[in-house]
């Protein structure tokens, strides 16, 4: 998955679309050293919302800048990675149901398929993995095809899909004990996310 970093001068849907890029990137695998490098360098103001996403913006920045490539990718696997259950989880099923590959799962199935996209076959996780929702999200936003990408199937996505996990998983984020990079990665998730269902409650 690419991801450029936001740009505090991009218009605020490109912006929007850009930080789901950036999710996605992130929860996806570990930092490439490229993505690790743009993340040290980048400005601290917001990309998108102005000051209320400047704070957690600014700590996900540092901790790029305080850990090394190597430091992130053993985090990532530390909590992601390893042979049967992994100490957290990144698919909406687990958060839904308890439990994975159950009814939520084929819900968004059916969702996604009348969207018209469907999952890359080189991918092996699910589709309820957090990484496929953002880059859903981004299509929704920033795609060619207004019948689909357009702020009412983007509100319908959210609520449907997003919105009922994702402040879950990055809670058990923030309070696992090995959690320094990625703890800063779900506070930056839940602003963006807190931000995106009071934007979408404006629109109802």
């Known amino acids: 998955m ?5 740009s505090s001068t991009l218009d605020e849907e490109t912006a929007r679309a850009e930080v789901y890029g950036l999710l996605a990137a992130l929860y996806y695998a570990a930092p490439t050293a490229e993505l690790h490098e743009n993340m040290r360098l980048a400005a601290t103001e917001a ?6 996403l400047e704070s957690s913006w600014g700590e996900l920045v540092a901790a790029a800048r305080g ?4 430091e992130i990718g053993q985090e ?5 990675g390893g042979v049967g259950k992994p100490d957290v989880y990144l698919f909406g099923s687990h958060y839904l149901s308890g439990f994975l590959n159950e009814k939520p799962l084929a819900a968004l199935r059916t969702d996604i398929a009348a969207l018209g996209l469907a999952r ?3 991918m092996p996780e699910t ?3 957090v990484a496929y929702l953002c880059e ?3 299509y929704l936003i920033a795609g060619d095809d207004v019948a689909v990408a357009n702020l009412t199937r983007q509100r319908e996505f959210f609520a449907q899909h997003v919105q009922p996990w994702f402040p879950l998983m990055c809670e058990a984020l923030m309070q696992h004990p090995k959690a320094r990079f990625y703890s800063t990665l779900a506070a930056f998730t839940q602003a ?3 931000v995106e269902s009071q934007g979408f409650d404006m629109l109802a």
Do not use: N, T
């Open 120 to 122: 890359d076959d080189a």
């Open 136 to 138: 859903v999200m981004r």
């Open 67 to 70: 850990k090394s490539l190597a």
């Open 47 to 52: 990309p998108a919302a102005g000051a209320v």
């Open 76 to 80: 990532y696997d530390a909590l992601f």
């Open 2 to 6: 690419q991801a450029q970093l936001v």
């Open 192 to 194: 963006f996310i807190s």
């Open 127 to 129: 589709e309820d993995h």
